[in-house]
């Protein structure tokens, strides 16, 4: 299977009236088959759409482990992307108040970036991944993506979120 990062999709202007600052932001993760599991993130501008493979470094547990040490240490995260035969880089970073993402080429590259509240960014991250679980359960998870999901990476995440609301 190859991976596919399409090509940029204009959204409409969608902001918040609370926050006219804040932008549209959302994740969806398909159920993975066969070692797959497409990825769609976008905000009022753009969309990044790739299909995260468990092999050679399995892109999944990567983003979720990279959203927790993100969100927690407030440090950049990448995470590859393998395009046989190249490898793209998600790059996640806090600026200010903003999760910005971005993804980069092969070489290193900006190809397109996303930007949105980080608060909110990384809480809708947590929480498709905590969807996803729910709706396929850890056995079929296990079972469509080749090894056990990453539990505790996303409890974790979850639990640095909650205490930030205490």
């Not at 050679?56 to 959203?67: I, N």
């Not at 590859?80 to 880089?89: C, L, R």
């Not at 679980?133 to 974790?156: K, N, R």
Request: aromatic share 10%; net charge negative; glycine share 4%.
């Amino acid at each position: 299977m190859r991976i596919t990062i399409n090509s940029i999709i204009q959204c409409p202007q969608l902001h918040r009236k609370s926050d006219p600052i804040m932008n549209l932001f959302a994740v969806e993760l398909e159920k993975p088959t066969d070692g797959w599991l497409q990825c769609k993130l976008f905000d009022d501008n753009s969309v990044i759409e790739f299909c995260a493979s468990h092999t050679p470094r399995d892109t999944f547990d990567d983003l979720v482990r990279s959203v927790r040490a993100l969100y927690e240490f407030e440090s950049p995260q990448l995470v590859e992307i393998y395009e046989e035969p190249e490898v793209w880089q998600l790059s996640l970073e806090k600026e200010q108040d903003y999760l910005v993402i971005e993804l980069l080429d092969n070489t290193g590259k900006l190809d397109r970036k996303l930007k949105c509240n980080f608060q909110s960014g990384c809480k809708e991250f947590a929480a498709k991944f905590e969807l996803l679980l729910q709706e396929m359960g850890v056995d079929e998870f296990t079972s469509a993506w080749g090894h056990a999901p990453p539990i505790e990476q996303i409890d974790a995440l979850r639990r640095l979120l909650l205490r930030s609301y205490e």
